[in-house]
C-alpha cells in the first residue's frame, strides 16, 4: 500500500488507543508520575485552608503561635510541590523522549524493510521529513501530555471536592461554563489539526527541496544549467507557503480561546462582587476567610482547567502527525523474509532462472519487463547479459539478490528458491556491485568495512589491490583514513567504481552480480579492473550486465535480451557466426571503440 493511497494527511483517522499503546512499555514509571502529582495537588490544596484559618482565626484572635504554625505550613507546601514538579518533569520528560526514539527507530526499521520499489517512487526528502519534522513535531505532546492530563485532572477533581466543601452553591455556580469552554476547545482543535496536516506536508515539500538541490549532485546540475536563481525562488515560495501556516496554526481559534481566558478571570471578581451584595443587605453568604479561600480555589480550578483544554487542543492537533507515522508503520513491504527460512550452511552458487516473469506494474497490459526467462548459470561459471538500453538486463540482475520478486516463475541459488532464503543469507551469498556507485561520507576504510565491519586493515588492503585501487589510496594525504566526501564526490567515476568493486571483493560471496561495473572507467582502467573481476571470478558464479562487449567475450554463455526476452544465447563465437543481434552489437562496438 502507497502511502497516497490514503487519506489526505490530517484527516486520516488515528485509533487513539494505539497512541496509548506507545506507552505501555513505560507504565511503571507513569505510576511514579501520577503518585507524584497526586501528592502534588493534595499538598497544594492544603494552602486555601490554612489561609481561611489565618483570616478567620489567627489574625482576628491574636493566635501567633497558630499564625506561625500556619505560615510555616504554607511555606513547606510550596517547597513540597516544587520539588514534586521537578521530579516528574524529569521522570514524564524520559518517558516521553523514550517513546520518540521508540517511534523513530521503528520508522526507519520498517523502512529498511521496504523493497526498492518503495523507493523509487517516494522521495527521499518525505521519508526524511517523515522521521524528522513529523516525530520531532510531536515532542512536545509526548513528553508533557502524559503528566499535564494527570496532573491537571488530579488538580481540578480535588480542587472541586475543596470547593464544594467550603461552599456548594458557589461551586455550581462556578462550573456552569466548563461545557462552553470544552466546546470551543474541540471545535479549536479540529481546526488545528487540519492545519497541522497542511503544514507538514508542505515541511515535506521544502525537505525535498533541500535534499535534491543542495546535494553535491543537485549543486552540480543547477549551477551548469543556470538554475540556482529559479531553484532559490522555489524554496522561497515554500517557505512563503510555510510562514501562512505557521501564522494560522498559532491564531487558529485565538480569539474563541481569549473568551474562556476574560471569563475565567471575570469569576472571581463576580464572586467577590455577589457575596458583596449579600453582605449589603445584612445575609452574608460566607465568611471573608471562606471568601478568599473560595476563590484562591477558583483560581486554581481555573488554571489546571485551561491546561487541561490546551492539552485537549494539542493532541488533536498531533493527531495529523500520529497519522502520518502511523501511515508509514502501516505499509505492508512488497518483499516479506519468509518465516521459515531454508538454511544455507554453504553455497555452492549455482543460479537458474526458472520462467522468470516480471512487472513493475502487475495486471498491466504491456507492462511486463521480463517474459519467460530461462537461464542455468552452473556454479563458478559466467553468464554475460547484453541488449539495447530498456531490454531489461539491470532488472534481471535485480531479482537475484531479490531488490524485486518475480511476478511468474522462480530465481534460485542451488535449488533454493531465493523468495525462501533469509535476507542475511542471500545478502552473503550475492555480491552486487551496481552501475551507480554509492559510498558514505565517511573514510575510505570505514566505506569498504561496510561490507565487512570487523575486516583486518590487511584485508582492505588485498580487496583493494584486487580492485586495482590501493596505489591511489596509498597516495592519499591520509590513506585509508582519507575523507570521501558525499556520495564519493571527491573520487572520479572509475575510482568511485574501484572502490565499490573492492568493498565487493572484501565481502567474498560465491555469487557476483555486476551491472554495468566497469561503465565509468577508461579503457586501460577498464582493462586492469577487468583482470581484477577476473581473478576474483575464478571459480565463483559471475552474471555480468555489460554494453562494452569486449569486457563479456570471454564469458562461459552470453544471453541477448530484447524487449524483456531471451533472443540469442551462446559462446561469443556461437553467436558471432550466427550473424544475429549479437553479431550486429559487436560490430557497433568495434565501431565505437575504433573511433
Known amino acids: 500500500m502507497r502511502p497516497t493511497d490514503h487519506p489526505r494527511d490530517g484527516e486520516r483517522r488515528v485509533d487513539r488507543r494505539r497512541i496509548l499503546r506507545l506507552f505501555r512499555p513505560y507504565r511503571g514509571r507513569l505510576a511514579v508520575v501520577a503518585l507524584l502529582v497526586g501528592l502534588s495537588s493534595l499538598v497544594l490544596l492544603a494552602s486555601p485552608f490554612m489561609l481561611r484559618h489565618v483570616l478567620d482565626v489567627a489574625l482576628p484572635e491574636g ?73 520531532g513535531g510531536m515532542q512536545s505532546t509526548v513528553t508533557s501530555t502524559a503528566t499535564s492530563l494527570v496532573s491537571n485532572f488530579t488538580s481540578v477533581t480535588a480542587t472541586v471536592a475543596a470547593m464544594l466543601a467550603l461552599d456548594w452553591r458557589l461551586t455550581l455556580v462556578s462550573l456552569t461554563t466548563l461545557p462552553f469552554f470544552v466546546w470551543i476547545s474541540r471545535r479549536v482543535g479540529n481546526e488545528r489539526r487540519r492545519i497541522t496536516g497542511r503544514r507538514q506536508r508542505q515541511l515535506a515539500a521544502m525537505s525535498a527541496i533541500v535534499e535534491e538541490s543542495l546535494s553535491v549532485s543537485g549543486i552540480l546540475l543547477g549551477r551548469t544549467m543556470g538554475r540556482s536563481r529559479a531553484l532559490t525562488d522555489r524554496f522561497a515560495d515554500e517557505s512563503r507557503g510555510l510562514v501562512d501556516l505557521e501564522i494560522r496554526a498559532s491564531m487558529a481559534g485565538r480569539w474563541r480561546q481569549s473568551t474562556i481566558q476574560i471569563v475565567m478571570s471575570a469569576m472571581p471578581a463576580l464572586t467577590y462582587w455577589a457575596a458583596g451584595l449579600t453582605v449589603s443587605r445584612g445575609h452574608p453568604l460566607v465568611s471573608i476567610g471562606t471568601l478568599v479561600a473560595f476563590t484562591t480555589l477558583q483560581t486554581s480550578l481555573f488554571r489546571p482547567t485551561v491546561q487541561l483544554l490546551q492539552t485537549s487542543v494539542d493532541v488533536q492537533s498531533s493527531m495529523a502527525l500520529f497519522g502520518r507515522i502511523f501511515e508509514y508503520l502501516d505499509l505492508e513491504p512488497d518483499i516479506e523474509e519468509p518465516a521459515e527460512p531454508r538454511p544455507m550452511p554453504r553455497v555452492r552458487g549455482d543460479v537458474r532462472f ?39 538486463k539491470t532488472t534481471l540482475s535485480y531479482l537475484v539478490p531479490r531488490l524485486y520478486d518475480v511476478t511468474s516463475g522462480s530465481v534460485s541459488i542451488d535449488g533454493v528458491d531465493v523468495r525462501d532464503m533469509a535476507f542475511a543469507d542471500l545478502a552473503a551469498a550475492v555480491g552486487v556491485v551496481s552501475q551507480e556507485t554509492y559510498l558514505f561520507h565517511a573514510s575510505v576504510a570505514d566505506n569498504l568495512r561496510f561490507a565487512k565491519p570487523d575486516a583486518s586493515d590487511a584485508e582492505l588492503r588485498a580487496a583493494a589491490r584486487a580492485a586495482q585501487i590501493h596505489d591511489h589510496i596509498a597516495g592519499l594525504p591520509d590513506g585509508y583514513d582519507t575523507l570521501v566526501g558525499e556520495r564519493g564526490h ?53 552474471i555480468t550486465i555489460a554494453h562494452r562487449l569486449s569486457t563479456v567475450r ?36 568495434d565501431a565505437l571503440t575504433a573511433a
Open 63 to 135: 493566635r501567633t503561635g497558630l499564625l506561625t504554625l500556619l505560615v510555616l505550613g504554607m511555606i513547606a507546601v510550596a517547597v513540597a510541590t516544587s520539588v514534586f514538579g521537578v521530579l516528574q518533569t524529569y521522570i514524564s520528560t524520559g518517558v516521553g523522549q523514550r517513546v520518540m526514539h521508540d517511534l523513530r527507530t521503528a520508522v526507519y526499521a520498517h523502512l529498511q524493510r521496504m523493497s526498492l520499489a518503495f523507493f523509487t517512487r517516494t522521495r527521499t526528502g518525505e521519508v526524511q521529513s517523515r522521521i524528522a519534522n513529523d516525530i
Open 354 to 392: 526458472d520462467h522468470v516473469g516480471f512487472s513493475y506494474e502487475p495486471g498491466k497490459d504491456g507492462a511486463d519487463a521480463l517474459t519467460d526467462i530461462d537461464l542455468t548459470v552452473p556454479a563458478g561459471t559466467s553468464l554475460a547479459v547484453v541488449g539495447e538500453t530498456g531490454a531489461g
Open 490 to 542: 571527491r573520487f572520479s567515476g572509475g575510482e568511485k567504481q574501484r572502490l565499490a568493486i573492492a568493498r565487493t571483493i572484501l565481502r567474498d560471496p560465491p555469487v557476483l552480480v555486476l551491472d554495468e561495473a566497469t561503465s565509468a572507467l577508461d579503457t586501460r582502467t577498464e582493462h586492469a579492473v577487468q583482470q581484477a573481476v577476473d581473478a576474483l571470478a575464478a571459480g565463483r558464479t559471475t
Open 554 to 589: 570471454d564469458a562461459d554463455q552470453i544471453v541477448v535480451l530484447d524487449g524483456g526476452r531471451v533472443a540469442e544465447r551462446g559462446t561469443h563465437a556461437e553467436l558471432l557466426a550466427l550473424g544475429g543481434r549479437y553479431a550486429a552489437l559487436v560490430s557497433r562496438d
